[in-house]
């Protein structure tokens, strides 16, 4: 035999994997290639030049995006640059109580060595920055002024925040913190100031931690400068007179002025400054915050004086013209509301027997006098045969927080609803008055209670959480009242069948104040033409100084607080007329008070403030609205869920922010409730407060069952009796008949049920909300209490 040489098997032989290699040599690639070339797609029919016209048209894009983004950040800075050219507004706001916005811009002037000139009026401070070739107006506010520094953010381009490395921001700052997050704030700089230079050894630590803080409220912040650093006040005085303004996108389609002088004349309010924002228009209304909306009558030009070239120390005045003025056919009216005409309901015309009874004088009581030492304020309405007594503990519907929601966890108390009643059928009574007349004003008389009354109000107050919870635990679950039969407690509610598509006609049984209001066919078509017609009318350029001129006008309004901004803003068409309003809100992580439909608190949107008494309704996922637009009413905002809340309010145009405010023992430390946005002006949407009377399975054979403790007389059994009933397992059935005479009653259900299950029985009512006003500063309120959960005690 012939001798072989050894060798191993094929299969041990390690073969490394192509596709793994980092580093491809040109001769692997060859080897890997053989000679191949790559096939090219029949669909690509490029020329041989194909690739320079890649490149050429790649080229061309890039150089096209660089142009227009160099010509948008021309145009955004252009009314700020030249010398007549607006200044810069910057607002510089303290958050702890140891820092002075006033430093701040004085260590600013010094870094560009700048002269601060301040206006001892209006407490606004203006620095001409020749290095920058632009001018800054700062707003210096105070520590713990919350309405002054939410204005001035409303028209700021540059908000400076002022931190202090010694002392931590307390709930007062976080709180406007978290209010001028939710309103939208333009470009921020933070900046670190204190009396003495910090530690070099601290100092490292101490930005990092303030910049962290920082950025949980402004993620965009990536500095913090340093006010004892001569390099850091440069960097921020150049990041304010050479950065493009961030746009804040509420106040891009109105203009505002910042006023520079305000003077008042017979009514007739003149306000000088800078048109910012859009065009201004003089058809438009300008709304003042805290006073309201008013018209104009002209607007003047206002240039500043001309200097001589030759130095000369006189300046040339320039005669101011008419620029605008309102056009009697465009011009919007100050009718916010209409006017109810009763007389135009459906009348029904008397029997002769009701005439001639009237006429005798017998069917109608005439008003009685007043008593002997008081004075008649208001009229009450009861009904026919009812005592004075029993008059008295009818609350009145301007009294309570509305019968609609608030008596929501109380429904057994034996209160007794009822439907309107004919006139015919009322007695008039007066109303005492409770206040008293001394030294010519008006004052409030204070009783004081007992210990049992106080303790008793003591634990309504306390209570209040507790009934949230249970209202979580057991929703919309109360007692059938034993006293008052079921079908007059609850006369007002009805039973649907299906909560999403049962049929509700939306103008059914409307209050009064619906005849006040009006309503759009096409709410985004009208929206639509009036952002179109305001562009078409164009009106005074942005950056033109003007004179406003500004009709009836208080004199209040003129008086101007040094150190505050005084604004006014223009509405767009029809923004004055009032209307239903839904916002979208969520409750703010950091309040834990209790917050009730119907609880008095400041809805801030815009540049206005209302004080409201909001309707909270679920919000559908994607924003449907189901079948028949009826949108189930919540007691209790809650954490965690996005709800509507519904306002009668003027009508607001755009997803524009809004914040829920709640005040406080102190006026300028309101608390933040919740945040969210406008959704729509929608006056078919019906929000229906559901309540369930529950039941005991008393007896049960297979799908039939006795229940009781629903009703308490067969009369209720039987007029309840085409509702239909289910139970918390999911079976569903109805009345059959009544048993006996203590409101017991025989039902069937589609299946068998358990003796642990509980019969439910749904109950329905439209709710709506109060009638809103506007809020001013300092008006007189009743200022909630800080203990407890944070709400004031319902009486």
Known sequence: MTESAHHHRPTLKQKNKPFKSKHATKSSLKEVAKGRTQRQSPKARASANAAAQLRTNRRNSAKQAQLKKRQSLVSATRIFSGTDGAPRI?????????????????????????????????????????RFKTSLQFIPLQYRQMYAALDACKVADYVIFVLSPNVE????????????QAQGLPEVVTVVSSDEPMEPKEKSGVVKSLLSFIQYFVPSQSRVYDMHHSSDTLNAIRALCEGKPSDVKWRESRSYIVSERVDWADGML???????????????????????????????????????????????EIEPQLLAEPNEEDADSLVSSNDPDDMANEQTWPTEEEMQGGANGHEHEKIPDAKVGTTPKAVRKIPKGMSEYQAAWIIDESEDEGEDGEDDDGEGNGEVEMDEVEEEEMVELPVEDTEMETDGRRSVAFQDLDAEEEERQLQSWRNRKREEEDDLAFPDEIDTPLDVPARTRFQRYRGLRSFRTSPWDPYENLPRDYARIFQFEDFKRTERAVRRRAEEEGGIEPGTRVTVYLKDVPKEAAQVTPGRPFVVFSLLQHEHKKTVLNFTVQRNTEYDGSVRSKDPLILCVGPRRFRVNPVYSQHLRGGGKGANNVHKFERYLRHGVTSVATIYGPVVYGKQPCTLLRETEDPQAPELVAMGSFLHPDTTRIVAKRIILTGHPYKIHKKTATIRYMFFNPEDVEYF??????????????????????????????????????????????VYPKWSELWKEGQSAAATSGGGDGDAMEE
């Open 721 to 766: 009796k085409p509702i239909q009933l289910h139970t918390k397992y999911g079976r569903t059935g109805h009345i059959k008949e009544s048993l006996g005479t203590h409101g017991y009653y025989k039902a069937h259900f589609d299946g068998p049920i358990n003796q642990m299950d509980t019969v439910c029985m749904s109950l329905y009512k439209r």
């Open 90 to 130: 910057v607002a510089v706001v303290p958050l702890t109580d140891d820092v002075k916005a006033s430093d701040v811009s004085e260590r600013l002037a010094q870094s560009i060595d700048g002269t601060l000139e301040e206006d001892p009026t209006t407490g606004l401070q203006k620095l001409r920055a020749d």
């Open 270 to 316: 003149s306000i000088t400054g800078v048109v910012r924002g859009s065009h201004l228009s003089a058809n438009r209304l300008m709304h003042i915050p805290n006073f309201g909306d008013f018209q104009v009558a002209k607007i003047m030009s206002a240039p500043l004086p001309r200097h001589h070239k030759g130095g000369n120390a006189g300046a040339m």
């Open 169 to 180: 921001v307390d709930q007062w700052g976080d709180t406007l913190l978290r209010t001028l």
